[in-house]
C-alpha cells in the first residue's frame, strides 16, 4: 500500500476508469468495519488485472495484478491502494485472501513493498491460517513461512530480493 495521504484518493480516481459504466457485476463482498463493500474485477493492458472494491458506486480500494514475468512463475501484486477513510479494515487482506482461494492459484507479493504493504502481509500470516504462505528466492527457491512462539520464520524481510507468496489451503 502506498503512504496513507490525499494522493491516495488521487490515485483511486485514475483507476476508476478501469470500472467504466455500466458496472461489471459485483463477484464478492468484503467487510469494512460495519459496511459491506461490493469487489469487482477488470482487465488491463498487458496481462493486468484490476480489483476494486466499491461502496455503492464510490471506488474505494484498488489493487492490481500482473501475469508472471522473469523469474517469477506467479502472478503478482502490482500495486494496492485504499481511500484513507476505509484503511485499517483489512480491505487488501480480504482481497488477497479471496483471490487466492477462488482461483485456487499462487499469488506473489508486490517487487517494491511498502510498510503498509508489509502490514498487510505480516496480518495474514499471522491470523488463524485461510492460506499458506512462502518466502521465494530469485534462485525459485521457496521456504514455508511458520509463525513461531509470535514471529514469523524464517523472517521475511530480512532479504530485499524475496517475495512472498500466498497459497490456497
Not at 143 to 149: M, P, T
Request: proline share 8%; hydrophobic share 35%; net charge negative.
Amino acid at each position: 500500500m502506498v503512504a496513507r495521504s490525499d494522493s491516495q484518493t488521487q490515485f483511486i480516481a485514475e483507476y476508476r476508469f478501469k470500472f467504466p459504466h455500466p458496472w461489471n457485476r459485483p463477484i464478492t463482498t468484503v467487510a469494512a468495519g460495519h459496511l459491506t463493500l461490493d469487489v469487482r474485477v477488470n482487465g488491463g493492458n498487458f496481462d493486468a488485472e484490476y480489483v476494486g472494491a466499491f461502496d455503492g458506486t464510490d471506488l474505494v480500494a484498488v489493487m492490481n495484478t500482473w501475469g508472471p514475468e522473469g523469474p517469477l512463475p506467479y502472478r503478482h501484486i502490482g500495486k494496492t491502494i485504499v481511500a484513507p477513510a476505509y484503511q485499517g479494515h483489512g480491505i487488501t487482506r480480504q482481497i488477497i485472501e479471496w483471490w487466492v482461494t477462488s482461483r485456487n492459484e499462487c499469488l506473489a507479493s508486490d517487487e517494491n513493498q511498502t510498510h503498509d504493504g508489509a502490514r498487510v502481509w505480516e496480518s495474514m500470516i499471522m491470523r488463524a491460517p485461510r492460506l499458506r504462505f512462502y518466502l521465494w528466492h530469485p534462485d525459485g527457491t521457496e521456504i514455508e513461512l511458520i509463525v513461531d512462539e509470535g514471529r514469523i520464520v524464517p523472517d521475511p524481510w530480512s532479504d530485499p530480493h524475496t517475495r512472498l507468496l500466498a497459497r490456497p489451503r
